[in-house]
């Protein structure tokens, strides 16, 4: 039977629509930073809606939730966070929500403890940084997604497994760049102690200028203490992560004759067209990063 004059139009309309016209029934899950974010895409699939609250290059420690944030995750079926008191803004945050399902990722992770400042002995909450809590994070994904969306169980569990395969393959050449340096010079000089995870899987030995970026960052001892250590242990470069000013690495540098060997990359993910979009990227530049400036003066 030929269409209608009516019916032709109705098929036009709908042809011109926007895929997001025929998604509004989609799993919507809100997460509180963009690392966590890229994970959970992989995991979930294209199926599902992934947003993250706070948006790439934000530092998400003191981060301040607007009203715009609570409207966006208001409609949300599922909340994933970090935990381990990384953000530290986020229990009011989702009481605000209501009702809404959330799940912390960091459940099952053994943390390393904080050494030194106002949270020494508490958990440091960096845990993604390092292969096997990133691993622990897949799968409470997994399990999170599983508890709001059971018919897809099977797809989430087939992701999961295949995102783990990458990322345990994506380990071992970066522990090699690392592993060709003498081993005087593997150590990691940080502005912010967040990279505690990452250190041990790569074999580096740690300094940084604070542990955590919701502390007191940059103060005169904290850049005297690891200008000590740099001279002691004539450390070759210094680095800091994206989110927070470069300038007291960048005073170590100068005052102990190390190079700033650039930026490194923790709390926050960049825009599509950026250096890191994605997890594994953000892995990848940054041990890259400390590969190359610990052997740029060898």
């Not at 009702?99 to 912390?104: G, I, L, Y």
């Not at 569990?157 to 522990?175: D, F, I, M, V």
């Not at 203490?225 to 994206?242: K, L, N």
Request: with cysteine.
């Amino acid at each position: 039977m030929p269409l209608t004059r009516r019916a032709l139009l109705l098929t036009a309309a709908l042809t011109l629509l926007p895929l997001s016209a025929f998604a509004e029934d989609r799993l919507k899950v809100v997460t509180t930073f963009t690392v966590i974010a890229d994970m959970a895409r992989n995991v979930a699939g294209e199926g599902v809606e992934v947003v993250s609250v706070t948006k790439p290059g934000a530092e998400i420690h003191g981060y301040e939730p607007t009203p715009q944030d609570i409207v966006a995750a208001s409609d949300a079926d599922l909340v994933l966070w970090n935990g381990m008191n990384l953000e530290v803004w986020f229990e009011q945050f989702l009481a605000n929500l209501g009702e809404v399902p959330s799940a912390t990722l960091s459940d099952g992770v053994e943390p390393i403890a904080i050494s030194a400042g106002n949270y020494e002995g508490r958990p440091n909450p960096h845990a993604w940084m390092g292969l096997g809590p990133a691993l622990i994070y897949v799968d409470n994904i997994a399990k999170a997604l599983t508890s709001v969306d059971p018919d897809n169980a099977s797809i989430y569990a087939a992701n999961a497994e295949a995102y783990k395969a990458k990322l345990t393959a994506a380990l071992g050449p970066l522990q090699a760049q690392i592993a060709a340096l003498p081993e005087d010079r593997r150590w990691l000089v940080t502005c912010e102690g967040a990279f505690s995870y990452l250190a041990r899987d790569l074999g580096l030995q740690e300094l940084y200028l604070w542990p955590i970026n919701a502390d007191q960052q940059g103060s005169p001892r904290q850049v005297q203490a690891v200008i000590d250590g740099v001279r002691t242990h004539q450390i070759p470069a210094v680095f800091c992560e994206s989110t927070v000013s470069s300038d007291p690495a960048e005073q170590v540098a100068r005052e102990t004759g190390a190079a700033f060997g650039g930026v490194l990359y923790v709390d926050s993910l960049s825009d599509g067209d950026g250096p890191v979009p994605t997890y594994l990227d953000l892995l990848r530049v940054t041990t890259e990063t400390i590969a190359k400036g610990l052997a740029a003066t060898e």
